[in-house]
C-alpha cells in the first residue's frame, strides 16, 4: 500500500482566508485525484492531475503535483462557506488497483 | 455525465434482516467498486469488481456478497449484520483498473446510509 500523508486534519477559518491542503508520500503516483465530499454525499471529484509538475486551476482552487509525482497541495483563495467540507486526495499507481486515500482534511468556513 | 447512482439513499435493518444495495452507471465503465466509510474517515475499499468479475475482496466478511449482473450494476447484498456496520457505504466506477494515467479514475455515487439496530 502505498501511503498518502494529508496535512492538516482539521482546518477552521473564516470567509475570506487563503488555505492549502498537503497531500504527501514517498511513492510515486501515476494520477492524484482530489475530492471533496459533504455529510451524507459520496466524494465528488474535483480535479486529475497526471504531469509531474502540472498546475490546474479550478475558480479560486488550485491543484498542484509535485514534479517527482510524489506530492501534491491544494489552494484555496478567499474562501467561502461553501467551500466546507472533507477533502481527499486518492493516488493511482500503475500496479495498484486501488485508490489509496490520504485521511482527509475536514473544512469549516464560517461567515 | 460521470453520474453514479445508489439506491437507496437511507437505510435502517435490524441483525436479522436481509437487504440490498443497489449501484448504476451508464458511462460503459468496466470497473466497479464498493467502498464502506465511517464519519470523517476516508472511504475503505471492500469490493473491485472488473469486466463483471470479482477482482478484490478486501478481506470483508461474508455477510456483505457482492454481485455484478452485468456492466453496469453493481449490487451489494447484506443478511445478519451488525451494529458496528452502520455507515455509509459508496459505489464509484472507473474506465478500468490500473495500467493507464487516467484509466482508473474514479466516481463515486451519494451512497447509502446504512444503520443497523
Known amino acids: 500500500t502505498q501511503l498518502l500523508e494529508q496535512s492538516p486534519q482539521f482546518l477552521s477559518i473564516q470567509e475570506g482566508e487563503n488555505l492549502t491542503v498537503y497531500c504527501n508520500s514517498s511513492s ?4 492524484l ?3 471533496r465530499q459533504e455529510p451524507g454525499e459520496g466524494p465528488v471529484l474535483l480535479v486529475t492531475v497526471v504531469t509531474g509538475g502540472e498546475v490546474k486551476k479550478l475558480k479560486r482552487l488550485t ?18 462557506p461553501g467551500d466546507t467540507g472533507l477533502y481527499l486526495c486518492a493516488g493511482s499507481s500503475n500496479s495498484g488497483y486501488a485508490l489509496n486515500f490520504g485521511k482527509g482534511t475536514s473544512l469549516l468556513v464560517t461567515p | 455525465d460521470t453520474e ?3 439506491t437507496p439513499k437511507h437505510l435502517v435493518m435490524g441483525m436479522t434482516n436481509k437487504k440490498s444495495l443497489k449501484c448504476e452507471q451508464h458511462m460503459g465503465h468496466r470497473a466497479m467498486y464498493w467502498y464502506k ?10 469490493f473491485v469488481y472488473s469486466y463483471e468479475k470479482l477482482s478484490i475482496n478486501e478481506s470483508v466478511p461474508s455477510r456483505f456478497s457482492p454481485e455484478c449482473p452485468n456492466s453496469s450494476l453493481l449490487n451489494l447484498h447484506l443478511h445478519a449484520l451488525q451494529p458496528e ?3 455509509l457505504y459508496l459505489c464509484a466506477s472507473s474506465r478500468g483498473l490500473a495500467g493507464g494515467r487516467a484509466k482508473n ?4 455515487g451519494a451512497g447509502t ?5
Open chain 1, 28 to 31: 510515486v503516483f501515476s494520477s
Open chain 1, 33 to 35: 485525484q482530489w475530492y
Open chain 1, 63 to 80: 491543484f498542484q503535483f509535485g514534479d517527482a509525482r510524489k506530492d501534491s497541495s491544494l489552494h484555496i483563495t478567499a474562501a467561502q
Open chain 2, 4 to 6: 453514479v447512482t445508489q
Open chain 2, 37 to 46: 466509510q465511517k464519519a470523517k474517515k476516508p472511504p475503505e475499499l471492500m
Open chain 2, 85 to 87: 456496520d452502520s455507515a
Open chain 2, 105 to 108: 479514475i474514479q466516481y463515486f
Open chain 2, 113 to 117: 446510509r446504512l444503520s443497523v439496530l
